[in-house]
């Protein structure tokens, strides 16, 4: 576990010195692991089941080692009757193809039938997988083989032999070897807005974000881009970055030995605020389609401001406690709320104290592409004035509607 946070502690520092230049994540290399023979590769077949009794020779498979567990038996033996992925649905219907990922409780599944689908786990009585794939657990361990899935089990075939875990703990799939490409996923928001006649308006939303995730860690790094004009006039005009990266110590403990954002907004009069904090926090809340976060610890606080009054110090530097929270909560299938809160509070000048929010609302419409309801709160205790004495407002508020790309 050391190595693992030691891991998860450099990333965190190279985040930390890359995020602001971080469009370089994207410049990864996609690396693969040698490929993997478990012990007892004779129990897969050499061809195809025929169609007429695949169905019931994959149910007597998974029969079989059910059997075997009931039993108590020691020597697990995994025989497997067709070579493709087969899974069982909750109304007893068994679809073949092929498992192309799971996480969050949600399986992806090419399915040789109706082609490519999104199941809930809830949804999915058993599976009968003979490719190797990486089965992620709750406890940050992760198994490499190939393997069935029972209503209370996950038995996977490895190198050493066959390991039996609880079907509750199994976090994630991972097609194939593990590659590093596996881990990583993006998402793209467009919002764009437009009036002509009485008044002339346009409004431009732009939403970039780009994750690693893995057994131990979570790295994120966000960019929210907001422009808008109005009777030849610019009337918003704001750039926001948010990073993290989070390290799993338990299946409830994490640290984030990088966490922050970094803001320019030309009416808030803020040229440059940068807020990197390190924070310890715990998942208090994990349900199937629910989870909650809150998170804290010290940080430090630069901002440089536009045109500031005379008497306004500009840089200024302050020490700051962080207090965060994120959740998700799954309505429908297709459809969950993510809501994160950030305060900073900004102890050797109170006045800078800053609060950060987002509420997003997203309606999945195909497995790529999503639409999405945002909300953004922007607030600063006591903005400085600037040098014609006018102060900026405290409260910013966004409402946007927008389409969202999502791979990975």
């Avoid at 891991?7 to 692991?33: K, N, S, Y």
């Avoid at 058993?126 to 996950?154: C, N, W």
């Avoid at 320019?264 to 940068?274: E, V």
Wanted: proline share 4%; charged share 25%.
């Amino acid at each position: 576990m050391i190595g693992g946070l030691r891991e998860g502690c450099l990333r965190g520092a190279v985040v930390g010195l890359i995020v602001i230049a971080a469009w370089r994540c994207l410049g990864g290399t996609v690396l693969a692991d040698e490929p993997m023979e478990p012990a007892a590769a004779a129990a897969v077949p050499d061809r195809p089941a025929e169609d007429s009794l695949a169905v019931v020779e994959v149910q007597r498979a998974v029969q079989a080692v059910e059997r075997q567990i009931e039993a108590g038996e020691s020597d697990i033996t995994l025989r497997f009757a067709d070579t493709s992925d087969w899974i069982l649905t909750n109304t007893g219907e068994w679809l073949r193809g092929r498992v192309d990922w799971m996480r969050d409780d949600v399986m992806e599944f090419d399915s040789d039938e109706f082609g490519p689908l999104e199941v809930r786990m809830r949804d999915v009585a058993g599976a009968h997988a003979p490719r190797v794939d990486t089965y992620v657990f709750d406890d940050r361990t992760s198994l490499q083989g190939r393997a069935m899935i029972t209503k209370e089990r996950v038995i996977v075939e490895t190198k050493e032999g066959i390991e039996v875990r609880p079907r509750d703990n199994l976090w994630a799939i991972v097609e194939g070897g593990s590659r590093e490409l596996d881990y990583w996923s993006t998402r793209l928001n467009l919002g764009l807005s437009a009036n002509r006649g009485n008044s002339n308006q346009v409004d431009f939303n732009l939403w970039w974000m780009l994750v690693r995730e893995d057994k131990r860690t979570l790295t994120e790094l966000a960019y929210s881009l907001s422009l808008g004009r109005a009777e030849g006039e610019q009337t918003v005009g704001r750039h926001l970055v948010m990073f993290a990266n989070k390290v799993w110590i338990t299946e409830i403990l994490f640290v984030e030995p990088i966490v922050g954002h970094l803001l320019n907004d030309k009416f808030q009069d803020i040229r440059f605020r940068a807020a990197p904090a390190a924070t310890i926090g715990v998942r208090f809340l994990d349900k199937p389609n629910a989870w909650w976060n809150v998170s804290t610890g010290p940080g430090y606080q630069y901002l440089n401001l536009y045109d500031p009054f005379v008497t306004v110090d500009d840089p200024q530097h302050d020490g700051l406690v962080r207090f965060a929270t994120r959740a998700r909560f799954d309505m429908t299938d297709d459809i969950y709320l993510l809501i994160n809160w950030a305060t900073h509070l900004t102890f050797t000048t109170i006045g800078n104290t800053n609060h950060t929010g987002t509420a997003d609302l997203f309606i999945e419409i195909t497995n790529i592409f999503n639409f999405d309801v945002s909300f953004l709160y922007l607030r600063t205790e006591e903005p400085p004035p600037r040098a014609n004495g006018t102060f900026p407002v405290k409260n910013d508020f966004q409402l946007i509607f927008s389409v969202a790309l999502q791979l990975g």
